[in-house]
């Protein structure tokens, strides 16, 4: 009696699916599989650490959420400017996905008056937020240490957003937490003289914000920076 395999068994077309996603499985990478999945199954959007933490949707409910970042000094020393720039850029992002976020340029100025962020409940009741976003960037290196003409960036830090409660006074309260760990390029730092060190912490910075605009939408595997 002749034994028929479970591939065998099913029709053509999802044959030939099954084979297509093994044989990208077996390739370096996940782009390849996500691609056939894609094309196969559509591309169904995953839901973000934010809603699932908060149960809101940014993009469809009438909320707003006012981002703020920490760095510590000898972080600031060496990147004076990279607290607004990755709230910049974060905005800039989420804008796009109709997100409404509190315009960046008046936290800063509101931070600038008060020199520091405090428990948040102010800086929320001054600015009628919905929900506060804090990045605490705990790290932040281009170089490749004892490699000098190495370029490969690391950043580490944790994320917390609150949600803030009450009318007449206003408080925020923890709704989830994250650590964040990025590295880019992921496996291979590239040499210094193939791009200014300039020019590289930007595209750094650009991949940071990326993942953590990331982390306030539904968005689809397709769509994350590699």
């Known amino acids: 009696m002749q034994l028929s395999s479970p591939v065998h068994n099913q029709p053509l077309s999802r044959r030939v699916i099954l084979l297509v996603l093994a044989a990208t499985m077996t390739l370096p990478g996940c782009s390849l599989a996500i691609m056939a999945g894609k094309l196969?199954?559509?591309?169904?959007?995953?839901?973000?650490?934010?809603?699932?933490?908060?149960?809101?949707?940014?993009?469809?409910?009438?909320?707003?959420?006012?981002?703020?970042?920490?760095?510590?000094?000898?972080?600031?020393?060496?990147?004076?400017?990279?607290?607004?720039?990755?709230?910049?850029?974060?905005?800039?992002?989420?804008?796009?996905?109709?997100?409404?976020?509190?315009?960046?340029?008046?936290?800063?100025?509101?931070?600038?008056?008060?020199?520091?962020?405090?428990?948040?409940?102010?800086?929320?009741?001054?600015?009628?937020?919905?929900?506060?976003?804090?990045?605490?960037?705990?790290?932040?290196?281009?170089?490749?240490?004892?490699?000098?003409?190495?370029?490969?960036?690391?950043?580490?830090?944790?994320?917390?957003?609150?949600?803030?409660?009450?009318?007449?006074?206003?408080?925020?309260s923890v709704a989830f937490e994250r650590t964040v760990n990025v590295m880019f390029p992921e496996i291979y730092p590239i040499p210094r003289e193939s791009r200014s060190e300039e020019m590289f912490t930007e595209n750094f910075i650009d991949r940071i914000s990326a993942q953590l605009a990331m982390m306030l939408y539904d968005h689809r595997p397709s769509e994350e920076v590699n």
């Not at 607290?83 to 409404?100: C, E, P």
């Not at 008056?113 to 705990?138: N, P, Q, T, Y």
């Open 40 to 172: 196969f199954f559509d591309d169904p959007k995953m839901k973000s650490p934010f809603r699932a933490g908060t149960g809101t949707d940014l993009t469809k409910e009438d909320k707003s959420i006012l981002i703020a970042c920490s760095a510590p000094h000898h972080i600031l020393t060496q990147h004076p400017g990279i607290r607004i720039d990755i709230v910049d850029k974060m905005s800039r992002m989420l804008a796009t996905r109709k997100v409404n976020v509190i315009p960046p340029d008046d936290v800063a100025a509101w931070f600038d008056d008060h020199g520091d962020w405090g428990d948040f409940s102010e800086l929320a009741d001054h600015f009628d937020a919905d929900f506060v976003m804090h990045i605490d960037l705990k790290s932040f290196a281009v170089i490749v240490p004892d490699s000098p003409h190495l370029l490969q960036g690391k950043a580490d830090g944790k994320i917390t957003v609150m949600e803030v409660t009450g009318t007449k006074k206003k408080k925020a």
